[in-house]
């Protein structure tokens, strides 16, 4: 009879490139790993060392909650858990009070996160303890976009300020959701702010 698996498992959360690596270096090291929040169209949804748990609502911060609660209830050990993107880091972050009692879990506080995630507060950060970063600026009005214009030197990067919520908030250039949009000048930049603000997405301009 094989010796028993004594290794903690492990709950990674995610579904891209980051989750299939995850699953992979740690399925190769022979930990159980118990993928959450991944479909049949996602990447890492067909690594074969994962055992997958379907029909979960990644949009749903309570039904991703209770997905990992009820993992954990079925497992000796406590596992630990993996958080493979920015939208799950989130929602771990602001419910780390419903997961901690079930989950292995080491988070920064609430307030790090936020600035993690959010590329404006994460600009400023770096700005205030000199650490080395692209120029940043948020574009949050006409003004904002001027004051932009008075400073920046082109060619520069327009960002959505929350990477994981590009399609929430409808950062669409040319009919296709977008990571980045390349400016060359003022002029493109100015047309680029009209077509992005009046869909309602949160910029982030950086050399």
């Not at 492990?10 to 090291?29: H, P, S």
């Not at 600035?115 to 994460?122: E, M, R």
Request: proline share 5%; hydrophobic share 40%; net charge negative.
């Amino acid at each position: 009879m094989p010796a028993k698996n004594k290794k903690k498992p492990a709950i990674v959360l995610g579904k891209g490139l980051t989750a299939l690596n995850a699953v992979q270096a740690l399925g190769r090291q022979n930990v159980p790993v118990y993928l959450v929040g991944s479909h049949k169209d996602d990447i890492a949804y067909h690594s074969r060392y994962a055992t997958k748990v379907d029909q979960v609502n990644t949009d749903d911060a309570t039904e991703v909650v209770t997905a990992l609660r009820s993992v954990s209830e079925e497992l000796e050990q406590k596992p630990v858990l993996l958080c493979c993107s920015d939208h799950f880091l989130e929602v771990i972050s602001a419910n780390r009070d419903a997961i901690q009692d079930c989950c292995e879990l080491v988070l920064p506080s609430p307030e790090a996160v936020s600035t993690v995630l959010d590329k404006s507060l994460f600009g400023d950060f770096c700005a205030k303890h000199d650490l080395p970063s692209p120029k940043s600026w948020k574009l949050e009005s006409e003004d904002s976009l001027e004051d932009c214009l008075g400073t920046v030197q082109f060619p520069v990067a327009v960002k959505p300020a929350f990477a994981h919520k590009r399609k929430a908030e409808n950062f669409r250039h040319k009919g296709r959701y977008a990571a980045m949009i390349r400016a060359e000048n003022a002029d493109e930049l100015r047309q680029i702010y009209a077509e992005l603000r009046a869909g309602g997405a949160n910029l982030v301009v950086q050399e």
